[in-house]
């Protein structure tokens, strides 16, 4: 159980802010990433069952992104392009759930899997073209967010039954 220990009683205030509304924030930030989240699974599986269209990668990179403290992501970013209902789109996207991270590896393993002027697969959700994949289905970096998200949701919860147990009990 959490228990609170101060010299000086909290504020009322700061027991209003503590005890309800920072738990809603991660309430509210877990909900809507696991919404987020589970939209991706959803397109992930439909893009299983999507029409496909041959294509051509048109750029492929791995690129660094620099955060302002100093580190930074490695991603991969694959241009591709494709004709499907006789209209010419472009996509970005490899697979649902892509990432950057600190190592290169990933990145550099999808890079070299779609060199440009490679000739590719690409599904396409027949409702919006533009929505497309090369890599179509369920791969585990799709649970990624939703996972992220519920854990941020069930934190907020714990803290909005057990933060106010501990203020009272203080």
Same mark, same amino acid.
């Given at each position: 159980?959490?228990?609170?220990?101060?010299?000086? +009683?909290?504020?009322?205030?700061?027991?209003? &802010? =503590?005890?309800? /509304?920072?738990?809603?924030? &991660?309430? @509210?930030?877990?909900?809507? #990433?696991?919404?987020? @989240?589970?939209?991706? /699974?959803? $397109?992930?599986?439909?893009?299983? !069952?999507? +029409?496909?269209?041959?294509?051509?990668?048109? *750029?492929?990179? #791995?690129?660094? $992104?620099?955060?302002?403290?100093?580190?930074?992501?490695?991603?991969?970013?694959?241009?591709?392009? =494709?004709?499907?209902?006789?209209?010419a789109y472009n996509g970005g996207q490899v697979a649902f759930g892509?990432?950057?991270?600190? *190592?290169?590896? $990933?990145? !550099?393993?999808?890079?070299?899997?779609?060199?440009?002027?490679?000739? #590719?697969?690409?599904?396409?959700? +027949?409702? !919006?073209?533009?929505?497309? #994949?090369?890599?179509?289905?369920?791969?585990?970096?799709?649970?990624?967010?939703?996972? &992220?998200?519920?854990?941020?949701? *069930?934190?907020? /919860?714990?803290?909005?039954?057990? /933060?106010?147990?501990?203020?009272?009990?203080?």
């Amino acid at each position: 159980m959490l228990k609170i220990r101060s010299s000086q +009683p909290m504020s009322p205030g700061m027991a209003f &802010f =503590f005890s309800r /509304i920072f738990p809603l924030i &991660f309430i @509210g930030c877990g909900a809507m #990433v696991l919404y987020f @989240g589970w939209q991706d /699974i959803q $397109h992930a599986m439909a893009s299983s !069952n999507w +029409p496909t269209a041959p294509g051509m990668i048109q *750029s492929s990179s #791995v690129e660094y $992104h620099r955060s302002q403290k100093g580190s930074g992501t490695y991603g991969a970013k694959v241009l591709y392009s =494709f004709t499907a209902n006789d209209l010419a789109y472009n996509g970005g996207q490899v697979a649902f759930g892509d990432y950057s991270s600190g *190592s290169p590896d $990933h990145a !550099n393993s999808i890079v070299n899997r779609y060199p440009q002027g490679e000739s #590719v697969t690409v599904y396409y959700d +027949p409702a !919006n073209p533009e929505f497309c #994949v090369l890599e179509p289905g369920l791969k585990w970096q799709t649970w990624m967010l939703p996972i &992220f998200g519920l854990v941020f949701f *069930s934190a907020g /919860i714990f803290m909005a039954v057990s /933060i106010p147990k501990a203020i009272r009990k203080s």
